[in-house]
Each structure stands twice: as C-alpha cells, then as structure tokens.
C-alpha cells in the first residue's frame, strides 16, 4: 500500500471518454510519465460530439486553427471555420500518432464510479470490474440530445430525428424537409440543406442574431506556407486568438463598447441582407445579440430568402403522420423531419452513478444545478477530476484551449499523490462555495443575462458560464491554489 510519504511512479488513472478531452489526457498522462491508465469509451469510435454530430452543415464555430491542440497544429485545415468531418480525421489522426488507441477500451461505458478504501472502483458496461487512484471525466458537455416533447411525435409517416443522431440512410434529394429550431446546429443544417431539396421549413420558436463572419477556404499556397513555415502557422494561431479573445472579453460585460460593435454588426446584417420585410421582422429578435450563443454565418440569410425556404413563426401544435400542425392550423407537409432541439446541457458525467467520500452522490449533490470549484473538482469527490465541467467557459473559448489549461492543473494536484504529499485531494467546500457565488454575481453582468432563454443559463436563470476573462482564467489555471483543497494522507 502507498504510504502518503512516499513517492510513487505506479499512480493509476481511469480517463472516462475519448472525445477531445480524453485524447489529449492521454497524451499529456504519457508525457508526464503516467503509463498506468486507461481510457474507457462508450462508443465504438473515438471523437465525442465530432463522432456524434454527422448533420449536413457541420461545422466548427471556433476557428480552425484555434480549435487545435497547441503541440500539434494543422497547416492542412481547409476553412477558417472547420467541416465537422476534417476534425473527426484530426482527432484520429493525432489519436493514432500519439499511440492513443492501444489505451481506449471501446463500446465500455462507465455507469458506476464509487471510491471506497481510497481507490476509485468502477465498473463498466461489459461487467468489467476496474480501479485506480485517480478518475478523469472527460466525457464532454453536450451529448445527452434533447427532443422536443411535442403530441404526436410518434405518429410521424416520415422519417424523424434528433440533429445528433442523423440517419444517413434518408435520402433528401427532392423531399420536404422541416427542422425544429434556431440554433447553431438548425442554422448550419438549414444553410446546406436549402437548395438541396424540394422544399424546407425552419420551425422558428424564437428568432437568433447571425453574425456574418466569413468562412474563407485557405488556398493551397497559404496551407504550403503555414505547412513550411511554423513560425507562420503559430503568428496564425495568434492572431485568430486575439479575435476570438476579444469576443471572449465582450460577452461578460453586456455594457461594454465591444459588445454594442457586435450587436450593431448583427443588425447590420439582418437589415442590410434580409429583403423581404416581412421575413426580416420575422427573423429579427426582440433580445440582445449574443445573449444566446451568438451564430456566426455569412450565408444563413442567403439560405433562408431561397425560394424553396419557408420560416414557420406560428406555434407547433401537434406531429400528425403528414407534418406539423401549427397553432394557427396550418398543416406543413413534410418527408423529413430533424430535430435540431439541443441538448441536456446540465448532465455532465450523468447518468452515471459517481459515489464520493461516505457514499454520497454525485447526482444527490448536484440535483439541477452542478458545481465544481473552477469547473474541475468537487469538495468530497477525490481524486475524480472533470474536464470541461460545470460553468466553465464554454460559451466564450475554445473548449481545446480550457481543456488543455485544465488537464495540466489536474497533472498538478496528481503530481502530488505521486510525490507522495497526499493520497486524497479534492477542493474544500468553503472554496467551492465562495467561488461558485463570486462566478454568480459576475455572470449576471454577462451579455447571457440580459433577458433571453438559453442553454447557458441554469435553474435560477443565471448564465453557467465562466463570467471572467480568458486571462483571468489562464492564471487561474497557472497552479493550484492549494489553500482551496482538502489533503488527506
Ligand atoms: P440549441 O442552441 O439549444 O438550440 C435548440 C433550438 O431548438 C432552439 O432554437 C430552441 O428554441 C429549439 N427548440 C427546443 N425545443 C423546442 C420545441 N419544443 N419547439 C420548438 N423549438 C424548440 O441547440 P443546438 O443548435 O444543437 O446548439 C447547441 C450548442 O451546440 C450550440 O450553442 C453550440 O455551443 C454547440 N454547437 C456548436 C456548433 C459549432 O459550430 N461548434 C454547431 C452546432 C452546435 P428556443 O430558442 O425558443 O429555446
């Protein structure tokens, strides 16, 4: 047995997922020098919500060249706003580099973690029964789909489903197509279905601001470059990041002048593009842009005035085997019907069981309103560490560049069971405490607070978001604070 005085080479994770975030613990575990873990993988691929989501349309919203592991940049990506399917190969490709796979134990997901004589114990769809010190979750933030529970929806002639499951097997050529919703995901599906089928219906329940960033090609002179030169590949990078920084730092302060450049570029847009003034008003939102997550496309508002497009303000009374009924009883008929209603976004690692310290809950604890001290640990959880977890940045950062500044934390407090300094590390509660009501106050001053609904917000209305700047967070991450953690053994 380990004493808590002595160092220790043989400390043993269970990384769960291997999405992004799995990956890349995986690569970092090894290059700190850990060979004793595994990454369990309820699929039968790796890649998380890029494996997931397969819909016309997909698409990276973070650029390209920002939405990249940093020790591993891509002179080859083809658009500044990467194709879904480009990052899926990426993932595989650097998976495979990185001899990743040999570590991934697919089709076992983990419905049970419990820690018990200061080990986690877990066991696995296949009635594996495994233990470690130390338990990653690296099992994503939006991957529990959401249907809308609308009458009906079972008596559907047509095909029907959720934007995360699309059935490739539907033809769409020539067919009626309707999707349900205004999000990111029905923005892009609408945008690269309009002119491909006889006819398409938006169900439109609330409007969404767009804003019109291009998504240029990189010409293969420009990839021959970035791929000759990393110092070129890398000022890219910086550059990208200083936009996107610049976003980042906009959205937490809905009084700042950035944020009004970017709500008067979103108008600009929906007035200058949108002819027909009747579907510009029925387009245009009575919130402020970027409250919810803001969309950034240059074609949605050429897409949707294409004469075979229609968006549908009126309610969605009923699914009847022919379409969808609107309130004002409407009946539009459809052949398609794709579900583009987002996701349980307060779920995290559930449903799996997660037992802490005594037995206690991790379901129990959380209820409806998940929190973890810096998005990463929860006071009485152990050496269980979460990547992209609660009310982190999520809706401001490249989910890579959170992950990445977490997992080399998450190395930190690990490094201390290995020293040898402690067996059991998880954050106090007073520190989760004032943390989570500091993270409050700040998000309500937030562009996410300002009166609309949205997947950021959580049961009191307050936006689950990290409310503080990029930099702010990155020192954050710098090192632990280690006042802020219980140490036992
Ligand atoms: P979402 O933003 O949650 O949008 C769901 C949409 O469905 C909303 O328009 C919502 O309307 C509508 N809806 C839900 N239930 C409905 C009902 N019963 N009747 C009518 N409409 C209903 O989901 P999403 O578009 O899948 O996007 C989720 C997140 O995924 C994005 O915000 C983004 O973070 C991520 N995403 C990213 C990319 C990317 O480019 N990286 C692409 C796609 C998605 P209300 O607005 O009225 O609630």
């Excluded at 939405?67 to 998976?95: C, K, L, M």
């Excluded at 609408?190 to 398409?200: E, G, P, Q």
């Amino acid at each position: 047995m380990t004493n808590a005085k002595t160092a220790t080479n043989d400390v043993r994770v269970i990384v769960i997922g291997a999405g992004m975030a799995g990956i890349l613990s995986a690569i970092r575990l090894r290059e700190y020098g850990y060979e004793n873990f595994v990454i369990y993988e309820k699929s039968d691929r790796l890649g998380g919500t890029w494996r997931e989501n397969t819909y016309p349309g997909l698409a990276c919203d973070v650029p390209a060249h920002l939405y990249t592991y940093s020790f591993e940049p891509n002179p080859d990506w083809s658009h500044t706003f990467a194709p879904g399917p480009e990052i899926q190969s990426y993932f595989e490709r650097v998976a495979e580099k990185y001899n990743v796979i040999e570590k991934i134990r697919f089709n076992e997901s983990v419905p049970h973690c419990e820690f018990k004589d200061g080990k986690w114990k877990i066991r696995t769809s296949t009635g594996r029964e495994d233990e470690a010190e130390i338990v990653i979750a690296a099992t994503g933030v939006l991957h529990h789909p959401k249907m809308a529970d609308i009458p009906g929806m079972d008596s559907f002639d047509g095909a029907c489903f959720h934007s995360a499951r699309w059935d490739h097997n539907v033809e769409l050529a020539g067919k009626r197509v309707g999707v349900v919703g205004t999000g990111s995901t029905a923005i892009q599906i609408a945008t690269a279905l309009v002119d491909k089928v006889s006819h398409f219906d938006l169900f439109q329940r609330t409007p969404q601001w767009i804003m019109p960033i291009d998504n240029d090609e990189y010409t293969e002179e420009e990839k021959a470059t970035l791929r000759a030169d990393p110092q070129a590949l890398e000022a890219t990078r910086t550059e990208l990041d200083a936009g996107f920084q610049h976003f980042a730092n906009a959205v937490i302060d809905a009084d700042s002048a950035e944020m009004k450049e970017i709500e008067d570029a979103c108008l600009a847009n929906l007035e200058d593009n949108v002819h027909d003034p009747e579907l510009r008003e029925k387009l245009r939102p009575d919130y402020r842009a970027a409250c919810k997550r803001l969309i950034f496309s240059p074609d949605f508002y050429d897409a949707i005035q294409h004469p075979n497009a229609d968006v549908v303000t009126s309610g969605i009374k009923c699914i009847e085997p022919r379409g969808i009924r609107t309130e004002d009883g409407k009946l539009h008929e459809l052949d398609v019907l794709v579900m583009a209603t987002g996701f349980h976004a307060n779920k995290f690692i559930r449903p799996t069981t997660v037992l802490g310290r005594g037995g206690i809950d991790l379901d129990d604890v959380w209820g409806d309103h998940p929190v973890a001290y810096l998005s990463i640990s929860i006071p009485e959880f152990p050496n269980f560490f979460m990547l992209n977890g609660p009310n982190g940045p999520v809706g401001n950062f490249s989910l890579i560049q959170i992950a990445e500044s977490q997992v080399s934390y998450i190395l930190q407090l690990i490094g201390l069971i290995r020293a040898g300094k402690c067996r059991e590390i998880s954050a106090n509660s007073s520190a989760t405490a004032a943390f989570e009501s500091l993270r409050c106050a700040a998000a309500k001053k937030s562009i996410w607070a300002t009166g609309c609904n949205s997947w950021y917000l959580d049961k009191n209305g307050v936006p689950a978001t990290w409310p503080w700047t990029p930099s702010h967070f990155f020192e954050e991450m710098a090192s632990p604070r280690l006042d802020s953690f219980d140490q036992i053994g």
